[in-house]
């Protein structure tokens, strides 16, 4: 917390010179940040309290859903150009960067976002096309 709050100092320091009282902001400052803390700390409790009170059934059509999905997903990949395939395979499935994958791949950074772009496009549109039998 303490770093943050020397983050936040120093990100905006121009602001300071309006500060009557450095101490006080400081203090201010942290007591704002403990706070915060813990409403967010008393969130996820509550929030996990909740998954532990809800029963866990397994519903068998939920399985079939994801693997329908799934395939869906990949017949939609593999209908895609090949360069769009591979830089979306390495992004999505085996996690490199757009940085990575442009340099494993030799081309620029922003080429790699826009077919991770339009790989995300093809998707989207073949899943509204489809939603209507899922849902």
Do not use: C
């Not at 915060?36 to 996990?48: A, D, I, Q, S």
């Not at 068998?60 to 395939?71: G, I, N, T």
């Not at 995300?120 to 096309?129: E, F, G, M, V, W």
Request: aromatic content about 12%; overall charge positive.
């Amino acid at each position: 917390m303490t770093q943050e709050i020397f983050y936040k100092v120093w990100m905006n320091r121009e602001m300071m010179r309006e500060i009557k009282s450095f101490k006080a902001y400081l203090f201010t400052m942290a007591r704002h940040m403990i706070y915060n803390h813990y409403e967010h700390n008393l969130v996820k409790e509550k929030y996990t309290l909740s998954q532990l009170d809800r029963p866990e059934t397994y519903e068998p059509e939920q399985d079939m859903f994801a693997k329908d999905l799934s395939l869906l997903i990949d017949l939609v990949i593999s209908q895609m150009p090949e360069q769009r395939q591979r830089v979306f395979k390495m992004s999505r499935k085996d996690g490199f960067s757009s940085d990575e994958i442009a340099s494993r791949l030799n081309i620029n950074k922003r080429t790699v976002e826009n077919h991770i772009s339009n790989a995300l496009s093809d998707l989207r549109k073949a899943l509204q096309h489809v939603s209507f039998l899922f849902f």
